[in-house]
């Protein structure tokens, strides 16, 4: 027997959630979902969730199970009792409000990938046929069009946690899917816009949403490739992208981090204002005896660091 110990809510009856567990003998071969849906069917029909298509397409029944996200669909329920468990603890997708049971609002998550408008942008009029791509145009946004919009990634972004201001995982894996789709003629607007607050460079590449997606979209990558784009199309007026040009300059420049101008050159050298929000920290630093180095010496073997960026820039 297994313990399926899930996080029940019915705000109309009970302000505040629980967990409620249940003694449960998985059937071989069943997926999280099947044991749901015969725990549903069977024993409590008023447990709620998301399901339909069964086959990891629709993107309904995301879920956390052992704390993380998933498709209940998709993953065999037994494969969720490694290392001696005996009990699989199911939740709702996090980041999101719950409505009820493992049932989310994904009203926010829908909201921001409209915020980065998922349609092509075309200055003339669509031509009478198809818009045609040659395999290697399609391949540049193959990944980002295989998302299912199932929510796992929201769910388990750690920079949502933290910052509900920002994008999302999934809104910018669709947003790549436009800025380098070669039919589209608004990727300079396109990376002007997400190169704002709350775009791509809040992402804190932890790589959660990877791990979690059930598909090739894998957005941090996505990610990544939308950044190179906005830095191709000069668009570096903004603290992310002076952060990276400052860690490329550095490393380039000595083979490792000068932590005194990556701040500053982050901040950008005129922006006032920002300079002087960095001042306490520096005081503190300074104060915790964790001021870098004044003098930022090369490592032994930058000729070798060098090289590496001759070869990458070839
Ligand atoms: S890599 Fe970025 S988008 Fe993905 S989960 Fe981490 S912070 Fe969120
Ligand atoms: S990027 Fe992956 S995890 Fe995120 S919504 Fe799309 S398919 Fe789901
Ligand atoms: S039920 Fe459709 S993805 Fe799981």
Redesign the pocket.
């Known amino acids: 027997m297994t313990t399926f110990r899930i996080k029940r809510f019915n705000p109309e009856k009970q302000a505040d959630p629980y967990w409620e567990d249940i003694e449960y003998d998985i059937p071989p071969g069943a997926t999280l979902l099947d044991c749901l849906n015969d725990i549903k069917w069977t024993r409590d029909g008023t447990l709620s969730y998301r399901m339909s298509c069964r086959s990891a397409i629709c ?1 309904s029944c995301g879920m956390k199970a052992n704390g993380h996200a998933l498709l209940a669909c998709q993953r065999q329920a037994e494969h969720l009792l490694k290392d001696g468990r005996d009990t699989i603890t199911i939740e709702p997708m996090g980041n999101m409000p719950v409505i009820k049971d493992l049932v989310v609002d994904m009203g926010e998550f829908w909201e921001k990938v409209n915020q980065v408008k998922p349609y092509l942008k075309e200055k003339e009029k669509p031509p009478e046929k198809e818009r045609r791509q040659s395999p290697e145009q399609f391949k540049l946004i193959d990944d980002a069009s295989t ?8 769910s388990d972004c750690n920079t949502l946690e933290v910052d509900k201001n920002f994008l999302g ?2 809104a910018l ?1 669709k947003a790549q899917r436009f800025v380098q789709d070669s039919r589209d003629e608004g990727t300079g607007e396109r990376v002007r816009e997400l190169s704002e607050a709350g775009g791509i460079w809040d992402c804190t590449h932890c790589a959660e ?1 990877v791990e ?4 090739p ?1 894998q ?1 941090m990558y996505r990610i990544k490739e939308i950044m190179s784009v906005a830095l191709e199309e000069g668009v570096t007026n903004n603290n992310g992208a002076r952060h990276a040009l400052s860690f490329v300059k550095s490393i380039k420049h000595s083979g490792r981090l000068n932590e005194n101008t990556l701040p500053v050159e982050s901040m950008g050298y005129f922006n006032i204002k920002g300079l002087m929000e960095l001042v306490p920290v520096g005081l503190r630093m300074l104060l915790k005896g964790k001021i870098p180095p004044i003098i930022h010496k090369n490592i032994d073997d930058v000729e070798d660091v060098r090289r590496i960026f001759r070869e990458l820039g070839e």
Request: net charge positive; with cysteine; aromatic share 6%.
């Open positions: 993107g998302c299912i919009m199932c929510g796992c990634c929201y995982p999934a894996a949403c979690r997606c059930p598909k979209a957005p």
